[in-house]
Each structure stands twice: as C-alpha cells, then as structure tokens.
C-alpha cells in the first residue's frame, strides 16, 4: 500500500498508561518475542531483526520503536524505516508493526501508527507498506490513514477484490472504481 504524500497524518494520543520508545542496539531478541507472539505468516528467527534492520544499524533507534506500558513493560514495535527503490524513489516505510494479543483493541494501534507517520514525514514525503490481504484490521487502519492499494504489485486487483468482500470500507468502492485496470475507470 502507498500514501502519497505525508500530509494531514491523522492525530491520536495513547490512553493513559502508554506510549513509545526508541528501540536500542541489541534488543533484536525482546522485537523477536513481540514478533513471534504476533506473527501468524512469517516464520520469526532470533536472526530476523538483524536481517531487517542490521545493514543500517545507526537508523535503528531514530527509527524503530517499542510501544510501552508505564510499567516498562513492551508491548508492541513498529518502525518507521525506509524503501530506496532502484528507480531512486524514496519512500519511508511502516514496516514490522506488531501488538501483543494481550493489548490489542487497547486503543494503541492509531496512535503508534500516528506517531510512525509523523516520524517518517520529517525525512520522507510518501509512506509505503506491506500487508496481508487476510489481516483485515490492519488494511482498515491503514485505510484510515490514506494508504491505497500499490497497483504495481503482481494480483493487486484480484487481492483487492477479495479484501472489498470481506471488508467493509468506504474507501474501498471508489479506489477499486478508479483504479488503473479497471473497465470502469473514467465512466
């Protein structure tokens, strides 16, 4: 998914007891145990935060965060990393965001998404990711937030066909209507 600019990011606070940290050099293994509770698709290794995040490893703390309780305690990560494109596009990039099934549907996705977003605009002006088409709440949230299909990835109609029957969004109708392969776009 691709939002085009990074203006206008959607505001919302933490409830009271929550908010973010900077994740630090060498608790890869405390982003793997969030990763591994949470990960329904991709296999998670001890080794998976460094292959993500490892080639840059100076961007780790600007970049990648913990969302905390008031306890300390970790409760979720995402990050606010980047994409260089072999074109030369630039593009920042929320990238492994994860809440413990413990604290899901506590009010802290759409702020630690918020604060993601606002991260990347001060170095980025467009924000790309990527998603499942079978994790619905995080396509809603996403779509929320002005992030639309990426048309240039391999079956992105027919995924985007089957999320708009399982998800009700009103984003979806006029995005599917308009986009570029479409028979019915510009009717």
Not at 99 to 104: G, K, N, V
Not at 138 to 149: E, M, S
Not at 169 to 183: T, V
Request: net charge positive.
């Amino acid at each position: 998914m691709v939002r085009p600019h990074l203006t206008g990011i959607p505001e919302s606070a933490f409830p009271v007891g929550y908010g973010m940290r900077p994740i630090a050099l060498g608790e890869g293994a405390r982003w793997a145990e969030i990763q591994r509770e949470t990960e329904r698709i991709l296999p998670i290794t001890d080794d998976t935060f460094e292959e993500q995040f490892g080639a840059d490893a100076v961007e780790i703390s600007p970049r990648c965060f913990f969302i905390v309780s008031d306890n300390g305690s970790r409760v979720g990560t995402i990050s606010a990393w980047y994409r260089r494109d072999p074109d030369g596009a630039d593009y920042g990039r929320i990238h492994w965001f994860a809440i413990r099934p413990a604290f899901q549907g506590r009010g802290l996705a759409r702020p630690a998404l918020s604060y993601a977003l606002q991260r990347l605009a001060a170095w980025h002006q467009r924000a790309w990711l990527t998603s499942s088409s079978s994790r619905l709440p995080a396509l809603k949230l996403y779509l929320d937030y002005g992030f639309t299909p990426d048309w240039s990835q391999p079956r992105a109609s027919a995924a985007w066909r089957q999320v708009q029957s399982r998800l009700a969004h009103p984003a979806l109708g006029a995005i599917l209507d308009l986009r570029p392969e479409s028979p019915r776009a510009g009717h």
